[in-house]
């Protein structure tokens, strides 16, 4: 049975995506730490701990979440992007990109943001723009 990420990233589910190619894919947390913290993913491997990807995989995925990085930090103000992998919410590997302007903005502890999808969709779409010039 698929992840809700893989139907994510296959359409079956909507997402704000930010950025997309042959393996991977980043969108827009819905419960967001920050405004513009992304998800990035493998499409085609769900296995639910980043370790345990093959080696083509692994490296993939970060020269795509380093590509997103880039991307969002343009779109979204923020003095750095933060990275995060913690894979207990869901049991598919992804990686959070945040935007931060203080180390504490990446506490999964403090209340997650709620933005209205017109919000949701602005800064996705900036971000995916700013991914298509890179």
Not at 8 to 33: H, T, V
Not at 84 to 112: N, S, W
């Amino acid at each position: 049975m698929a992840t809700i990420f893989t139907k994510i990233a296959n359409g079956e589910i909507p997402s704000y995506k930010c950025a997309e190619n042959q393996d991977f894919y980043a969108f827009l947390d819905i419960s967001p730490l920050a405004k513009g913290h992304t998800l990035v993913i493998p499409k085609k491997v769900e296995d639910d701990y980043i370790f345990h990807l093959d080696a083509a995989t692994y490296e993939g995925l970060w020269a795509f979440a380093r590509k997103v990085a880039t991307a969002l930090k343009a779109a979204v103000p923020c003095k750095r992007v933060g990275v995060a992998v913690l894979g207990m919410e869901v049991p598919h590997t992804h990686i959070h990109l945040v935007p931060l302007q203080t180390e504490g903005d990446m506490d999964f502890r403090k209340p997650h943001l709620s933005l209205e999808p017109a919000e949701m969709k602005a800064i996705a779409d900036a971000i995916f723009a700013e991914y298509e010039k890179l």
